[in-house]
């Protein structure tokens, strides 16, 4: 999710500053680095992850595939797509090592409905009925909001088990992954807003029924309104917001109000051409 993407969306600089008010607050989710691994240079040059005590950390995924990754972050935070549903991040495996092992991951979202996706799940029956014969339903999207995040979470636990920290067969990740899911006006969505919240409901009740660390949304004001109709069904889950530019104006966003309605536990902008992370 870079951050040079968000910011090129018309008038986004003024929407990130007008988040809608908080309804509810969900506690917030411990991030921490890999302890284990300071000080400590991988043959391929990699750096893990470097708990610090501060509050800035860092996010990457298959943009920065060929080049040298943040170094001594306090965490790290890791695209688990290549920018779409569907999608596997080329250097995952490599990532999740620099991340350590309280690596978080995101997930891109969408919502193209069945006359666009390959994927779609006309007549699958669980965790919802998606009729063959009327697909384009609340249950369908719902059903395919799931699958988006089983896939997802099957290409984390195929990383884990490729280097070694999962034994072959696994079904689950060796940790409990904090899992962002990554909502954003770039990947396609459909005009009824129903059917994309309807979406996200099925990735993260995916995400929550393999007891994941926990679940948020990445967004912006601006974005998750066009994409959900600003809805306050996630009012219990965190935020990550995007749009900020400098550390200042991150710290900033802390203190404002939730896109969800729910808490702000992190806040991104750029620092030395990467995506940084404060820690609110």
């Known amino acids: 999710m870079p951050l040079s993407r968000l910011l090129a969306l018309p008038v986004l600089a003024l929407a990130v500053l007008a988040f809608p008010s908080v309804v509810a607050a969900a506690p917030p989710i411990s991030v921490q680095g890999d302890r284990s691994a300071n000080n400590r240079t991988l043959p391929d040059g990699t750096v893990p992850v470097r708990s610090t005590g501060t509050g800035i950390g860092y996010d990457i995924s298959y943009p920065q595939c060929g080049s040298a990754f943040p170094r001594n972050p306090a965490f790290g935070i890791v695209g688990v797509n290549a920018g779409i549903v569907f999608s596997a991040n080329p250097c995952l495996a490599r990532q999740l090592t620099w991340a350590g092992t309280n690596a978080q991951l995101y997930a891109n979202t969408g919502n193209p409905g069945p006359q666009l996706s390959t994927h779609w799940p006309t007549g699958q029956s669980t965790p919802r009925v998606c009729s063959a014969s009327n697909p384009d339903t609340a249950d369908c999207a719902y059903d395919y909001g799931w699958n988006t995040a089983a896939d997802s979470y099957r290409k984390a636990v195929d990383a884990y088990v490729s280097l070694g920290r999962a034994p072959q067969g696994a079904t689950r990740t060796p940790t409990a992954n904090t899992w962002w899911l990554d909502v954003e006006t770039g990947n396609s969505w459909r005009s009824a807003d129903g059917l994309n919240v309807a979406v996200l409901q099925g990735a993260v009740a995916y995400l929550e029924s ?62 030395s051409g990467f995506d940084a992370d404060y820690r609110c």
């Open 210 to 271: 393999v007891d994941v660390g926990g679940v948020g949304f990445y967004s912006t004001a601006y974005q998750w309104g066009q994409i959900t109709g600003s809805s306050r069904t996630f009012a219990t889950y965190p935020s990550w917001h995007a749009g900020a530019q400098t550390l200042h104006t991150a710290k900033r966003f802390c203190s404002g109000s939730s896109f969800t309605g729910g808490q702000i536990v992190l806040t991104q902008y750029i620092a």
